[in-house]
Structure formats: structure tokens, C-alpha cells
């Protein structure tokens, strides 16, 4: 389906539109919250920051592009105002990332609008501006579901990977790279993961070692201590996840369990995103083989996740990721 939404002239140039809208909001995000403007702003309380982090949770692991739309200048403000928090750089490079989500689905759910309101009907209420210091989250009227059609539409727009390569294509590798992503290859190799993989690295973490989500997650490649515990890393004295060589190698281990367990590279990164229990499940209950026949029932990140995945490793290295080669390494499993 996605590949036919890309096909034909009309369906490119709405591709381009949803990319232009995508990039737009990015950039808002990066430059409209100067530092001078937030000087004045009162910065959110700890309740503020939890609501937050409560709602963001919800949004990601939801199935609705429609709420993640409403939420999104909620995150655009939030990855400024965590430049002001002591330590709030290590959430502002993971939720750095997580923002192209927010701006999909906005972007999908304007390119495809809801079938205009039945006469007598009220239109739905606009979500209101947020206050450059505000992140809690408030509540809203929930807009009506959109209609079948227009909400297949939007979620195989939003899966796309054609799109998520027009979105990124000018996007600059993050700062670091040079330095970090050789070593980051190296340890994939040695592990007999293809050494392209290691790009997943700038969509979790955006390349930052210290990076860390509200979950628990940490390091390059946003393991969460029991995995990190179950692939080699030790979290005290030092937090090994936040060490690039060890982390990088923990992560091959658990991509090449994943491959092990799916058979596919996509159907792994689902598994590294979701959890291998929950694709495992999705596969068992519809009988799928791929991640497109699954797609549809992972949650909000995940359908979006694997496919930027892709667009990185294509615009960084050139390779699909589908036609990568399996593992090579044969070592015992955990």
C-alpha cells in the first residue's frame, strides 16, 4: 500500500506536501524558543514534567495519529524548555527523535482531512496554543475517529519508508558521527550484525552516549537495564550502557536475537521497538510473515519507528535494509 501511495504523480506530490509540512515543524521546534524568549518563562513544576511524560508514554505506544497531532506543540515546547533543566539534554535528545512522529502524524492528518461535519454538527474544537512554558498535557474533547478510508490513508502515509526518506533526506548525520559511528560498525561486525544497523543509533538517541527516556532506557541505543543485563552490560558501579563500544556490541547481541526470532531485519527492529514478546504475539494471532501485515496493529511509535529505521540506514549507507544480509556470527543466545 505504501508503495502504490507514492506512485503515481499525484500521490508524489502529496508525498512532497506531507514531507514539506514535516520539515516545517522541525524546524519550528529547533529555532522558535529562542534562548532569549525563554529566559522569561517559568519553568514546569515536577508534576508538570510527569503529566508529561505520562501523556507522551500513552501517545507512543496508542494507535492514534489524531492524538499524537494534538499533543505535538506540547513536544516541540518541551525539547526547548529541557535546555533549562539540569540534566534535561539527556531527555531532549531522545524525545529529539521522537518528534518527527508527532510531526508525521500531524502533517498525515492534514494532508488527509476528516469528511467535512454532518449539517447541525459543531466542527471540533481546535486544540488550544501552549504556553511556551507549558507541558502538562491538558484535557481535551477527543475529535471524532476519522472515517475507515481516511484513516487507512493516513497511517500507510505515515508508514511509508518513500516519505520517511523525503522527510530526512536533508537532514545532516548528528554531531558525532565521524567520530563515533566507526567504532559503533566495528562492534556490529564483530558481532556478525550488518554493520549498517548501527545508524539505529541516531534514531534512538540522536547520537547522544548520554541520552535517556522517562522508561528507563539509556545510552546510544536506548537499552533498558534488563536487556542491557541480559546482553553482557552492568549498570553499577558504571552504567556500561552509556559506554559506546560495550553498548554498541550489547545491542548487536539483541538485534541478532531478533533476526533469530523473525527471519527479517524489519520484523527485528519492530521487535527491538515493541518488545519481541508483542511481535511474537501479532505474528502468531494474524498469521503474519512481514512486518506490513502486522504494521497496523503496533503501536503509534513502532509503525513509524521501523520505517525511519529504514529511510536513515538508506540515506546514510545507500542499503536497504530488507535485502540485508542475516547475522554471520553463530554464538549462544541468552
Do not use: C
Amino acid at each position: 500500500m505504501a508503495a502504490a501511495l507514492v506512485a503515481a504523480p499525484a500521490a508524489a506530490q502529496e508525498d512532497a506536501d506531507v514531507a514539506g509540512m514535516v520539515n516545517a515543524g522541525v524546524t519550528w521546534a529547533l529555532d522558535a524558543l529562542t534562548p532569549d524568549l525563554l529566559q522569561d518563562v517559568p519553568l514546569p513544576s515536577e508534576a508538570d514534567w510527569q503529566a508529561f511524560w505520562n501523556a507522551i508514554g500513552d501517545v507512543l505506544n496508542g494507535d492514534s495519529l489524531e492524538r499524537a497531532a494534538a499533543v505535538k506543540p506540547y513536544v516541540e515546547t518541551s525539547i526547548r524548555l529541557l535546555s533549562r533543566v539540569e540534566g534535561g539534554e539527556e531527555y531532549a535528545a531522545w524525545l529529539r527523535q521522537r518528534l518527527d512522529y508527532f510531526e508525521m502524524a500531524a502533517a498525515v492528518v492534514k494532508e488527509y482531512p476528516a469528511a467535512a461535519p454532518a449539517p447541525g454538527l459543531l466542527p471540533s474544537r481546535r486544540p488550544p496554543e501552549v504556553p511556551h512554558g507549558t507541558v502538562r498535557i491538558l484535557p481535551s474533547t477527543p475529535e471524532p475517529p476519522p472515517a475507515p478510508a481516511i484513516r487507512v490513508q493516513r497511517e500507510t502515509a505515515a508508514r511509508s519508508p518513500l516519505l520517511w526518506r523525503r522527510v530526512l533526506s536533508h537532514r545532516a548525520a548528528p554531531e558525532g558521527s565521524i567520530e563515533l559511528m566507526p567504532r559503533l560498525k566495528r562492534a556490529f561486525k564483530e558481532e556478525g550484525i550488518p554493520p549498517q544497523l548501527a545508524w539505529l543509533a541516531e534514531v534512538e538517541s540522536s547520537l547522544n552516549p548520554k541520552a535517556r527516556n522517562p522508561s528507563g532506557a539509556a545510552g546510544l541505543f536506548q537499552l533498558m537495564p534488563a536487556t542491557a543485563q541480559r546482553f553482557g552490560l552492568r549498570a553499577r558501579p558504571v552504567d556500561e550502557r552509556r559506554n559506546p563500544d560495550k553498548s554498541a556490541h550489547a545491542a548487536a547481541r539483541y538485534l541478532r536475537f531478533l533476526h533469530g526470532q523473525f527471519g527479517t531485519w524489519p520484523l527485528a527492529l519492530a521487535g527491538y521497538n515493541a518488545g519481541d514478546t508483542r511481535v511474537k504475539e501479532l505474528l502468531a494471532k494474524t498469521g503474519g510473515k512481514s512486518f506490513d501485515d502486522i504494521a497496523p496493529l503496533l503501536p503509534f511509535e513502532t509503525q513509524m519507528y521501523v520505517p525511519k529505521v529504514q529511510a536513515v540506514i538508506q540515506l546514510r549507507e545507500g542499503e536497504d535494509v530488507s535485502r540485508l544480509p542475516p547475522p554471520t556470527a553463530s554464538h549462544p543466545e541468552p
